[in-house]
């Protein structure tokens, strides 16, 4: 499960959120949090972090018993005032107690929208059989190419949001080869070589049925 937190810390970064990076006392630098990925606009605060990592960092050597959490990957979406009256608003919510923003059908809504933003429901390939996949496409050559030089520098830069910027033909056409790759299946955050397997599914197939998207 650890490998799943390394790829979502590779994931996208949606248009006005920003990474959120924590201060380290030996470098006096910010950094991203270690197992986790952070993001953070005036509405919205995404959380994807690894349970166990969570846990030890709170209780360190006193670890509770009995809590298995070595596999459990959490998503929390914190919906800021901004964001809850927008929510009130489309969804009709009279009130403003927490029991009326917590119906399942609200929470699946936004968890799976922020979910597709940043990770995406591709599954995951090596670089070398997302190359084979693309070129199997019914895309034209060009494009097919263009697909194939974006996944490459993703894998290059180890980040979706840092190879965008750093993409020389600018990031409209580097958005439209992001748009072609995920409808090949692929997810454009690539599995390292060194891992030693070619495809990784992706974890929306965790979730319980029931909360899948149509």
């Known amino acids: 499960m650890n490998w799943y937190?390394?790829?979502?810390?590779r994931s996208d970064i949606p248009k006005s959120f920003e990474l959120v990076q924590k201060n380290n006392p030996?470098?006096?630098?910010?950094?991203?949090?270690?197992?986790?990925?952070?993001?953070?606009?005036?509405s919205i605060t995404i959380n994807f972090y690894n349970k166990s990592f969570q846990i030890a960092e709170v209780f360190g050597d006193d670890f509770p018993e009995g809590q298995e959490a070595e596999d459990i990957i959490r998503l929390e979406v914190q919906c800021?005032?901004?964001?809850l009256n927008n929510l009130k608003g489309y969804y009709s919510i009279e009130g403003r107690s927490l029991l009326e923003f917590s119906?399942?059908?609200?929470?699946?809504?936004?968890?799976?929208?922020?979910?597709?933003?940043?990770?995406?429901?591709?599954?995951y390939y090596t670089l070398q059989e997302a190359r084979f996949i693309i070129g199997e496409s019914d895309y034209k050559w060009k494009v097919r190419q263009r697909?194939?030089?974006?996944?490459?520098?993703?894998?290059?830069?180890?980040?979706?949001?840092?190879?965008?910027?750093?993409?020389?033909d600018g990031k409209k056409r580097f958005n439209e080869a992001l748009k072609q790759i995920k409808k090949t299946g692929i997810n454009p955050v690539t599995i390292p070589a060194g891992w030693k397997f070619p495809q990784l599914?992706?974890?929306?197939?965790?979730?319980?049925?029931?909360?899948?998207?149509?």
């Open 5 to 9: 937190m390394e790829l979502i810390r």
């Open 26 to 42: 030996i470098t006096k630098r910010k950094e991203p949090y270690k197992n986790s990925l952070r993001l953070e606009n005036k």
């Open 80 to 83: 800021k005032k901004r964001k």
């Open 147 to 168: 697909m194939i030089e974006v996944l490459e520098l993703i894998n290059q830069k180890r980040s979706i949001w840092k190879a965008r910027d750093e993409y020389e």
């Open 103 to 123: 119906s399942e059908e609200l929470s699946v809504k936004v968890l799976l929208s922020y979910y597709e933003k940043t990770v995406g429901y591709e599954d």
């Open 201 to 214: 599914p992706n974890l929306l197939m965790e979730i319980d049925s029931s909360l899948l998207p149509n």
